[in-house]
Nanobody, 127 residues
Framework: VQLQASGGGLVQAGESLRLSCTGTGFTWRYYVIGWFRQAPGKGREGVSCISFSGGSTYSTDSVKGRFTISKDDSKNVAYLQMISLKPTDTAVYYC?????????????????????WGKGTLVTVSS
């Protein structure tokens, strides 16, 4: 099982980026996908997640209206479209998977249901 996040970079405040998470070695469509981030000197934070069917999503309050999660099961890829980026979005972004029905809820993202993680991709937003 492997997950790989990509698409990070250096942008100015207000600009956009799209992160991608590709998965191999497992049946992609059966799993929940989540995006997390860790800013310098801070703990890891759940950002957004999508159910295995793609029918349900969750985003943390600080990114609602700016970040959109989606996935394409035909390509084994999940996306995190980020618009109106802020310097506070600067972080290493990770994707992870959880079994269907776990990890991603209407109230938030659990901390211990995610069994495989990809290497992160750095997003830097300058002011």
């Amino acid at each position: 099982v492997q997950l790989q996040a990509s698409g990070g970079g250096l942008v100015q405040a207000g600009e956009s980026l799209r992160l991608s998470c590709t998965g191999t070695g497992f049946t992609w469509r059966y799993y929940v996908i989540g995006w997390f981030r860790q800013a310098p000197g801070k703990g890891r934070e759940g950002v957004s997640c999508i159910s295995f069917s793609g029918g349900s999503t969750y985003s943390t309050d600080s990114v609602k209206g700016r970040f959109t999660i989606s996935k394409d099961d035909s390509k084994n890829v999940a996306y995190l479209q980020m618009i109106s980026l802020k310097p506070t979005d600067t972080a290493v972004y990770y994707c992870a998977r959880a079994d269907s029905g776990h990890g991603c809820y209407s109230w938030g993202m659990s901390t211990n249901d995610w069994d495989y993680w990809g290497k992160g991709t750095l997003v830097t937003v300058s002011s």
